[in-house]
C-alpha cells in the first residue's frame, strides 16, 4: 500500500525557512520521480518542483526558482522540500506526490499524500 506522509510545515514569519519532508513507504521509493505541489486556500493547485530517481536531475516552476530546494534521500525512502525568504503569499498546503511513471517523469500523479500547512505570517 503506497502511502506519502508529509511534516514539517507550521506558522513561519515571512523570510523565514522551513524543511519539508515527505515519507515514503509502500513501493520502491528509488524508482520514481517525485514531486512537490501546493495549494492555496482558494487557488487551484500549483506545481512547485520535480526530482529524478536518483537526486541528479531538479526542475523547478519558472516562478518559484531561487527559494526551493527539491531533494530526496533513497536510503531513507524520504523526499524534501527546503523553503527560504518565505512570503505571505507561499502560505498554502503542501503536498508530495509520486510519478505514475517508473523511472522515467511523465509529470503525472498517482498518490499523494495527505499535505502539510505552512502558514507565514507575522
Known amino acids: 500500500q503506497v502511502q506519502l506522509v508529509e511534516s514539517g510545515g507550521g506558522l513561519v514569519q515571512p523570510g523565514g525557512s522551513l524543511r519539508l519532508s515527505c515519507a515514503a513507504s509502500?513501493?520502491?521509493?528509488?524508482?520514481?520521480?517525485m514531486y512537490w505541489i501546493r495549494q492555496a486556500p482558494g487557488k487551484g493547485r500549483e506545481w512547485i518542483s520535480g526530482i529524478s530517481t536518483g537526486g541528479d536531475r531538479t526542475h523547478y516552476a519558472d516562478s518559484l526558482k531561487g527559494r526551493f530546494t527539491i531533494s530526496r534521500d533513497n536510503t531513507k525512502n524520504t523526499l524534501y522540500l527546503q523553503i527560504d525568504s518565505l512570503k505571505a503569499e507561499d502560505t498554502a498546503m503542501y503536498y508530495c506526490a509520486k510519478d505514475v511513471r517508473e523511472l522515467a517523469p511523465s509529470y503525472n500523479y498517482d498518490y499523494w499524500g495527505q499535505g502539510t500547512q505552512v502558514t507565514v505570517s507575522s
Open positions: 509502500g513501493f520502491t521509493f528509488s524508482d520514481y520521480w
